[in-house]
């Protein structure tokens, strides 16, 4: 089955700072890759997600990239800000399952 | 759009007890929707998977019997947890996959946090 690996575990940067966070996945199958923020004692909030058939989206400040042959997806955050501080997850789908495989989640921190 | 909820948002009751927690989604159909438990700072555990009409799928090690998983209609799920007990306290939550989406989105619902004295 699918596996879904993400790094780092925690992240932290200045308020201003890009980030990044990188995620694996092994079934070469998966056709689609979102991306989560969770904040403490909520529900996760999809924030972006790609699809296998593109190689980059862009949502203002967000981004994600997707390396299909590599099998790695990225996200990247830029100018960030203190509100950006959540834990985020990424997840992929195989095609084979409607279930969506989590990574273990970044804990990004933004200090301003 | 694609908004869920969930009910109760907290729950606390005594051990050997029933509770059940409903997942709506209030702007969408949804064909499946899937029930996940969270430890704190652990990530997000499928524990079953739901279409309506029809018996839940439940991954390895889920107890059936004490998850009782109901999709009566295409906009609400509901997870009994029977006979809870301390063991089964954590962040419960929801997500559905509106009727419309051929990827499969999946939209999360804000949890229900249980305690089981």
């Known amino acids: 089955g699918e596996n879904v690996e993400q790094h780092p575990s925690t992240l932290s940067v200045q308020e201003g700072d890009s980030a990044v966070i990188k995620c694996t996945y092994s079934d070469s199958a998966s056709n689609y890759f979102p991306w989560y923020k969770q904040e403490l004692g909520k529900g996760p909030q999809l924030i972006i997600d790609?699809?296998?058939?593109?190689g980059e989206k862009k949502d203002q400040r967000i981004a994600v990239t997707l390396n299909k042959t590599a099998k790695h997806f990225s996200l990247h955050i830029t100018e960030t800000q203190p509100e950006d501080s959540a834990v985020y997850f990424c997840?992929?789908?195989?095609?084979?399952?409607?279930?969506?495989?989590f990574g273990k989640g970044t804990t990004l921190s933004v200090s301003s | 759009g694609a908004v869920v909820s969930q009910h109760p948002s907290w729950v606390i009751c005594k051990s050997g007890t029933s509770v059940k927690i409903e997942c709506r989604s209030l702007?969408?159909?949804?064909?499946?929707m899937f029930w996940y438990r969270q430890f704190p700072k652990q990530s997000l555990m499928l524990m079953a998977t739901?279409?309506?009409?029809?018996?839940?799928?439940?991954e390895q090690g889920v107890e059936k019997d004490k998850f009782l998983i109901n999709h009566a209609s295409l906009t609400l799920s509901t997870l009994t947890v029977t006979s809870a007990h301390p063991e089964d306290s954590s962040f419960y939550i929801c997500?559905?996959?509106?009727?419309?989406?051929?990827?499969?989105?999946?939209?999360f619902g804000p949890g229900t946090r249980l305690t089981v004295l």
């Open positions: 997840a992929a789908r195989s095609q084979a399952g409607t279930a969506l495989i």
């Open positions: 739901s279409n309506e009409g029809s018996k839940a799928t439940y």
């Open positions: 997500s559905a996959s509106p009727l419309y989406s051929s990827y499969n989105e999946q939209f």
């Open positions: 790609i699809r296998s058939n593109v």
């Open positions: 702007d969408f159909q949804a064909t499946t």
